[in-house]
């Protein structure tokens, strides 16, 4: 059961567009999600990363959307540059807080991000 | 200086074999994890370790078994490997119950043939 789907699979983008990445979810526990960005031939990094007790959260030129009662959110990358061609993972998980989740991270199946120049 | 390690890099090795990934962590976590990346780079959590004890074990074959002799190593062992076994495995450290995120090692691209 895929509990995190995320969407597009792939997507080009022209250097200075924004670029949109959309996650939903199925478990009502999930309440720390987290995206993260992956290099060829590197670990995923922690990009940004969101509560729901906020409905946005920016970090630079990085937005973090969420919709509490839709059960989705979604990244944004404003002026897309050639850098942040990469591969973005959206995930979930339980609350940390009091080590309930244990950091048990979903992900879903990640998005293939290319910024032409 | 390197916060999340793995060794080998690369591993390549044939059908039967038994083979073992090390890594370390030097962030002074007390939580360790072992994901798995398939072909299609789907992630997926096999095994997590707080403070040299299991916490989280995620239906992987018996065939795989973590080891965690420290709290800064978290190693990961594989009996007769198989075909379907080929993937990049990750390590990865966080604080349990201070922080969530989660600290990922460079991987290791295993191929069985």
């Known amino acids: 059961q895929q509990q995190v789907k995320q969407s597009p699979q792939s997507l080009i983008v022209q250097k200075g567009g924004i670029s949109i990445i959309n996650c939903a979810y199925e478990n009502t526990a999930f309440d720390y999600f987290p995206w993260y960005q992956q290099f060829p031939g590197k670990g995923p990094a922690l990009l940004i990363a969101i509560r729901p007790d906020v409905s946005e959260k920016k970090e630079g030129r990085f937005t973090i959307s969420f919709n509490k009662s839709a059960k989705q959110f979604s990244l944004h990358i404003m002026d897309s540059q050639p850098g942040d061609s990469a591969t973005y993972f959206c995930a979930a998980s339980p609350s940390n807080a009091g080590g309930t989740s244990y950091g048990k991270l979903t992900f879903g199946q990640g998005t293939i991000l290319t910024v032409h120049p | 200086d390197t916060a999340v390690s793995q060794t080998p890099k690369y591993l390549v090795t044939q059908m039967g074999n038994d083979k073992s990934i090390k890594c370390e962590q030097n962030l002074g976590h007390d939580t360790m994890y072992w994901y798995k990346q398939d072909s299609k780079k789907f992630l997926k959590i096999m095994f997590s370790?707080?403070?040299?004890?299991?916490?989280i074990n995620e239906t992987v074959p018996n065939r795989f078994s973590p080891k965690s002799p420290d709290k800064a190593h978290l190693n990961l062992h594989i009996n007769s490997l198989e075909l379907g076994d080929s993937a990049v495995y990750f390590c990865?450290?966080?604080?349990?119950?201070?922080?969530?995120?989660?600290?990922f090692g460079p991987g290791t691209r295993l191929t069985v043939t």
């Open positions: 370790y707080n403070n040299k004890e299991l916490i």
């Open positions: 990865a450290s966080s604080h349990l119950l201070t922080g969530d995120e989660q600290y």
